[in-house]
C-alpha cells in the first residue's frame, strides 16, 4: 500500500497482478497472466515481485511495455522467496528473505540491482521494514524481533507461533507492530514495551498480509475468506473521551451501550 493511496493486490487463486488506485480505489491493467507469491512497492514507480514459478523481478509499474528485469542472483533462484521493502524514489533498498531463512539485502542502481547476504541473520520466514529502513521486524519460528537498522539493534521481541503467523508490518515510526495469524485475528503490539495495543477480529481464517498506510497509519488485512479490512488504528491510542462524544453524537449511545450492540453476550 504505497502512500500515495496506490495498492498492489494478487490472490494464489486468480493469475496477474493488480495496480489499484485512488480512494475509493479503481483496477488499473493487471499486469501478467502468472501466479503471484509476493510483491511488494520498491518506489513510487518501481515493484517488486516474486512468482510461484521461480524467480524475483523488478518492474515498472506505469509503464507495461516494459519488460520485468529478472533479479541476477541465487536470492531469486529458489521456491519461497518473500520480500518486503522501504526505498526512497531515488534509489533502491530492500530486504529478501530465502526459503533457506536467509537474509538478503538488496541494493544498487535500478539497472544493476546487488544482492548481498547478511551472515547475522537465519531463520527468517517473513520481515517488515519500516521508516526508510531504519526499523525492521522479522518473524522467526517461535518469536518476532524488531531492530533499529543498520546497525541491527535488538528493540523488543515477541512470542509467537510462527506457523500460525504470516503477514507482519511496521507503522511508518517503527512504533506499532501488526501480525496477522491463522484464526483470522490481526494482533498490533508496541514495540517500546512489548505491550499488546489490541486484537482485531473481523475475518473467518486466516489472515494472508497485513500493511500499513505510512501516511495515515491505517492498517489493511487481507484473509483467505476473500475480504480485505480497513482498520483505524490511530484510534486504538486516542484519548478514550473524544471517541465516546463521537459515539453518542453519531449513534446516541454510550460506549458500553455501543460495545454491547457491537459484541453482545
Known amino acids: 500500500w504505497h502512500a500515495d493511496d496506490r495498492l498492489l493486490a494478487w490472490s494464489a487463486a486468480a493469475p496477474g497482478l493488480r495496480v489499484y488506485t ?7 491493467r493487471a499486469r501478467g497472466r502468472f501466479g503471484i507469491k509476493r510483491a511488494l512497492w520498491l518506489s513510487r514507480d518501481r515493484l517488486i515481485y516474486a512468482p510461484f514459478a521461480d524467480g524475483l523481478y523488478i518492474a515498472s509499474a506505469s509503464d507495461h511495455t516494459r519488460r520485468p528485469q529478472p533479479l541476477p542472483t541465487a536470492a ?6 518473500f520480500v518486503d521493502a522501504d526505498a526512497p524514489d531515488s534509489g533502491a533498498w530492500a530486504l529478501l528473505v530465502h526459503s533457506d531463512g536467509g537474509l538478503w539485502n538488496l541494493d544498487g542502481t535500478p539497472d544493476m540491482p546487488v544482492a548481498r547476504r547478511l551472515q547475522d541473520f537465519g531463520g527468517v520466514r517473513r520481515l517488515a521494514v ?6 525492521v521486524a522479522l518473524l522467526h519460528s517461535d518469536h ?7 546497525r541491527r539493534t535488538l528493540v523488543s521481541r515477541f512470542a509467537v507461533s510462527g506457523r500460525d503467523t504470516f503477514g ?16 483470522g485475528s490481526v494482533r498490533v503490539w508496541r514495540t517500546s514495551s512489548g505491550k499488546r495495543v489490541a486484537e482485531l ?12 498506510h505510512a501516511g495515515t497509519g491505517l492498517l489493511l488485512s487481507a484473509s483467505w475468506d476473500g475480504s480485505v479490512r480497513l482498520w483505524d488504528v490511530p484510534t486504538l491510542t486516542a484519548p478514550t473521551a ?18 454491547a450492540r457491537l459484541h453482545p453476550l
Open 130 to 135: 519500516a521508516g526508510r529502513g531504519r526499523h
Open 144 to 150: 518476532i524481533t524488531v531492530h533499529k537498522w543498520p
Open 242 to 259: 473524544p471517541i465516546a462524544r463521537r459515539v453518542r453524537a453519531s449513534w446516541g449511545l454510550n460506549m458500553t451501550q455501543a460495545l
Open 201 to 212: 477480529r473481523g475475518h473467518d481464517v486466516r489472515v494472508a498480509d497485513v500493511d500499513f
Open 168 to 183: 507482519i508490518d511496521l507503522d511508518a515510526r517503527g512504533t506499532l507492530l501488526a501480525a496477522g495469524l491463522r484464526d
Open 76 to 81: 531469486g533462484k529458489a521456491a519461497g522467496v
Open 22 to 28: 485512488g480512494a475509493p480505489w479503481r483496477p488499473e
